[in-house]
């Protein structure tokens, strides 16, 4: 079992930049990915971290503005949200994958934290 708490989600402006965190304990995983869902939306995947490679991943509708990083003495992984849209708005998971890279399938995560709001104003 994993657990997953988030955190850092809040109101923020466009052109705006928040800072999400993901706490995970438990068992041990092979990467970590925020998925978001937005109201009346699918989830969607955001960005995914591979985490003993240390690699990362990204939606094309943020690459070049999220970035995704981790801290493995604090098994934290965090999303540095820079020049927030409107169109981020949403719900934000912290999702865990045991066995593998899931890539952007949230079928793939077997964890999920219980979502962060993000609000982000025109």
């Known amino acids: 079992q994993v657990q997953l708490i988030e955190s850092g989600g809040g109101l923020a402006q466009a052109g705006d930049s928040l800072r999400l965190s993901c706490i995970a304990s438990?068992?041990?995983?092979?990467?970590l990915a925020w998925f978001r869902q937005a109201p009346g939306k699918e989830r969607e995947f955001v960005a995914g971290l591979r985490w003993n490679a240390n690699t990362t991943h990204y939606a094309d509708s943020v690459k070049g503005r999220f970035t995704m990083s981790g801290d493995n003495a604090k098994k934290t992984a965090y999303l540095q949200m820079n020049r927030l849209k409107p169109e981020d708005t949403a719900v934000y998971y912290c999702?865990?994958?045991?066995?593998?890279?899931?890539?952007?399938?949230?079928?793939?995560?077997?964890?999920w934290g219980q979502g962060t709001q993000v609000t982000v104003s025109s």
């Open positions: 438990g068992s041990t995983f092979y990467a």
């Open positions: 999702a865990a994958d045991s066995t593998g890279w899931g890539q952007q399938y949230s079928y793939n995560y077997e964890y």
